[in-house]
């Protein structure tokens, strides 16, 4: 297979020459910006004592990071679903897929360049944007008057912070290639970008039903990817149990599976996604006006 | 008229077939393209032209048969074949948010080995230096379709690929778009064009192929095929004994009587022969002249249907 930094680099000029991906950025960064300042700092200056302490937890670093990963992993899969379909999906009704493979790249080849330029772009975008949130708290801490420090209890050192930057990426993996998938096979950005974002919430809402019924049918839930995210995601919250994040989910650490177990589910369905994406492609007939919507 | 005189075959389909359930597209197709020249891909709409050339650029999978690429089959060894082959295929492919010269950026990265020099000398070969930096979706549809030739040369490919590649461009245009492609030819290359533009393809090809239905009904040289049309028309002082006199020739095709002249199916040079035949028999010409042959007229006799 030829990939090479060319290729790469030609596919890096193509997505970064688009609105979109600067739109979804500036998203991202509101989106950060929301949970600093607004669920964060303003909540916390108010008087209503039952949440001051989560709107600190929201705002005032180490806390803060997982907050901010939390967050992260869920509307990025988002964003970045949004950000892979639009750019696959326009290859198609632009014809330019066409002229790709008919200049000798195979279909392989410009899968996984397509795939690797999107993971760049993407992974730019997030850690910008998670860089931004470091900035957000930090003036915010700033201005609350508040010590800055890493110092906390239970509070992770720089490689364990590193660690729970890659679960998060990891986290947000299944959702940007259930994206990918659905993009190559049905060549429509509103296919892609609908289809993902029905994945995402109907989940959600699938697995608390699963869950609420209990017995064999909690079992199943367990083989969701939305389960098994929250476990690896539950894994940055160690020392943090009394986060705002995880009382939302419902679910204490012991009612998670282990971490690795979840980590290996999640990666079949990242292969399977995979697979299903690169059989399709190469199997297809590219006619002319094949396009996408 | 079934098989094109050449030393070697560059581009060759073998049985080439493609159904869509029960609808036949392609059938048993046996094209033969000879290195170094200019072969017309010629066909009535729907007959199969651009299902063809999507299977001998691997963007369709045939349902039978295969194609040879300088003699390699493209099944097995398809990218190999496509890198000495460049492309314009029917309805355009840009990114239309980058430049010209971003575009070609693009495609020179996966045909590698194309430097930024060669872009900038194929856009200035198609007429495009001087836009070079401007958004593709400022483009007129010529500027379009000329961009789409200097993504094709790019990588100075030994085989063009060519659907319906003077779409859009205006009679100037199309003109120098035609004598780009002699120059080509001319300089060792080989062009495979499909168009419905049957005047041009005379001026422009040395060889024809003609598909109907998904069949290949005739192929040969453009020359050949010109020539199974000739005809003389003269005004004889006696058109019934004229007429008599040349049907007994065995070298004359037909003779019909047209609008007070006489139309005779006979080759050109052989002119002088028949007007001493005539004589010989006291039936004197008043006017002999060659009848125009075009491929358009070949065209419509073996297909049956307008140019178009």
Redesign the interface.
Known sequence: MRINAGLLSAELLKVRKRWLVYILLAVLIGGAAVQIWLLGYVSWRTDDVEYRADALRSFVLPYALPALLETGQSWGSVIVGILISSAVATEYSWGTVRQAVLRGQTRAEYLTVKLLGLTLISTAMLLLTLAAGILFSLMATSIAGLPITFDAPGGPNAFEAIIMVLRTGYCILPYALMAFCLTVVGRSTALGVAGTLMFVFGEAIIMGILLGIGGVWADIAAFLPAHNVNAIMAANRIGYFNSPAMRDIGLSASELPDPWVAALLIGVYCVGLLALAYAVFQKRDMTAGAGAS | MTSVQSTEVVLRTVGLAKNYGRFSAVKDLALEVPRGRVYGFLGPNGAGK?TTI?MV?????PTEGHVEVFGLDTREH??????R?G?I??????????SAY?NL????????NVTMQRIDEVLELVGLGGRKNDKVNTFSQGMKQRLGLA?ALL?DPELLVLDEPTNGLDPAGIREFRELIRQLAAAGKTVFVSSHLLGEVQLMCDDVGIVKNGLLITQGSVADMLRQGEALEMRVTDATRAIEVLQAIDWVRGVTPSEGHLVVEAPLERAAELSKALADNQVYLSELRPRDSSLEDFFLEVTGEDAD
């Open positions: 651009s999507a650029l691997g963007l369709i999978a398809l990218a190999e074949a496509l890198y082959t492309a295929l029917e309805g355009q492919a840009y990114y239309p948010l980058l971003d950026r693009v495609w020179a990265a996966i045909n590698g993504g990588h």
